[in-house]
């Protein structure tokens, strides 16, 4: 297939005012972004539970899209959705082909020029976004589509899967921006956090997106 069309701001928002209505009132996701680390990580536990959480998107019929990779949690994930029947899309920049090694079994992999083109090509395809433990790349995407939910690009649910409590202290960074006045406690309330894979899929179903508009203190303006 062609490369992808990079969204600037304003096609950014066109794109969510056409999925706007899909995502006010989900049933349950079709397709969902899984951001995870490229290493399988210090525990077994992490490995397990991304094989799980892949085993289940496969019998919910849900499609995986995810970063492309055939290393670390990204495989797992990927391996198991395949192995339950399901769909995978990876979305690979081409000068991480190599690097990453490629997954040479995927339903369909993307292949884009550039890690911004990545991350877009990933949003147009999904109507959720999971983050399982990983490092500096996961967060990076993960918040991305934090802050164009912040931003009102989208009104899709975005949560973290907290395997050993891997999440625990970015949960309470979270809050302690709240407390600084930095961050809304609504938007921060609008992410979910928890180690129960039933508990999150619910969640994803009952979904109704909402806009809470950013933050943002004029009074050094206004001065």
């Known amino acids: 297939m062609g490369g992808p069309r990079l969204l600037n701001f304003r096609n950014l928002q066109r794109r969510n005012d056409e999925k706007e209505d899909e995502s006010l009132y989900m049933s349950q996701p079709t397709a969902l972004c899984v951001y ?3 290493s399988s990580g210090r525990h077994p536990e992490y490995a397990e539970q991304a094989h799980a959480f892949g085993t289940e998107m496969a019998r919910r019929g849900i499609a995986l899209v995810y970063g492309g990779g055939n290393v670390g949690l990204m495989a797992v994930v990927a391996d198991a959705v395949l192995a339950g029947g399901g ?4 979305v690979i920049p081409r000068q991480l082909v190599e690097l990453e090694v490629a997954h040479p079994g995927l339903s ?16 147009e395809l999904s109507d959720a976004f999971v983050a399982l433990p990983g490092g500096f790349g996961t967060m990076d995407e993960m918040f991305e589509m934090l802050t164009w939910a912040q931003l009102g690009l989208h009104r899709y649910p975005c949560a973290f899967l907290d395997v050993r409590g891997y999440y625990r202290d970015l949960r309470q960074m979270m809050q302690h921006m709240v407390e600084e006045n930095f961050v809304r406690a609504e938007q921060r309330d ?3 956090f928890g180690d129960s894979m039933a508990e999150l899929f619910d969640w994803m179903a ?5 806009y809470v508009p950013k933050w943002i203190d004029t009074r050094s303006v206004d001065a």
């Open 36 to 38: 995870c680390g490229s």
């Open 87 to 90: 769909k995978v899309i990876g």
């Open 108 to 123: 369909e992999l993307v292949v884009v020029e550039t890690m911004h083109q990545r991350k877009t090509r990933m949003y």
């Open 190 to 192: 609008g992410i979910w």
């Open 206 to 210: 009952a979904y109704q997106g909402s």
